[in-house]
């Protein structure tokens, strides 16, 4: 069973497009985050939702836009995509013992 | 300001050596410590973790880290490393309360050759 699972595993799209990413956790795990993961490799935090509700907004164009239907699903909306944009992203769900990952939908953009 | 540091961006190493891959961080918190391994094109695994209790925590395949806190570290070892180790190992921190976000280093990669 997949614990924290992610949809597309690849995105390839132009420029200016708008696109989504979903991500469902199966584990029960009142908070879900997304992560991106440049390309150096270096990760931070972009959103941490706790029981639907944004706890954690860090200094993201406000072209990225989170959406938490419910406590397993923390989608990601992205607005007129930029050639900066194109990184790996991560979604990931918590409890107090730790944080656990998706496999990563890697975006690039043309 | 709260942060991460990987002193070491590559260890390259021969199989059967023994690793050591340093950590320290910066925090007037109380704080939450993991270890993750990220192999080729995949996600992020946990390693290890330090919640509370004995500064010796182990994995599952032989690796270990020690919380020392008054040297602020957080270094992960192996004894002994196979050339399945191969992957890139992220020191990562939580401050305050477990389940708040975590701050990462930038990452060791960790090459293990015959």
């Known amino acids: 069973d997949t614990a924290v699972s992610q949809t597309p595993k690849y995105l390839v799209t132009q420029m200016g497009n708008d696109k989504s990413i979903k991500c469902e956790q199966n584990?029960?795990?009142?908070?879900m985050y997304w992560y991106k993961q440049d390309s150096k490799k270096f990760l931070k935090i972009m959103f941490s939702y706790n029981n639907k509700e944004l706890i954690i907004n860090e200094t993201v164009p406000n072209r990225f836009s989170p959406k938490s239907p419910d406590k397993a699903h923390l989608n990601l909306h992205i607005n007129s995509l930029e050639l900066g944009d194109s990184a790996v992203y991560f979604c990931?769900?918590?409890?107090?013992?730790?944080?656990?990952f998706g496999p990563g939908t890697r975006l690039t953009v043309l | 300001a709260q942060s991460v540091t990987q002193l070491d961006s590559q260890v390259p190493v021969f199989e059967e050596a023994p690793v050591e891959l340093r950590c320290n961080y910066s925090s007037s918190v109380s704080v939450y410590l993991f270890w993750y391994v990220q192999y080729p094109n995949q996600g992020l695994q946990l390693l290890l973790k330090?919640?509370?209790?004995?500064?010796l925590v182990e994995s599952i395949n032989g690796f270990e880290a020690e919380f020392n806190k008054s040297q602020t570290s957080f270094h992960l070892r192996k004894p002994s490393v196979h050339i399945s180790d191969t992957a890139e190992y992220f020191c990562a921190v939580t401050f305050g309360q477990a389940g708040t976000a975590l701050i990462f280093g930038k990452g060791t990669t960790l090459s293990v050759s015959s």
């Open positions: 990931a769900s918590s409890t107090s013992g730790g944080q656990y």
């Open positions: 330090y919640l509370s209790g004995s500064t």
């Open positions: 584990l029960g795990h009142d908070t």
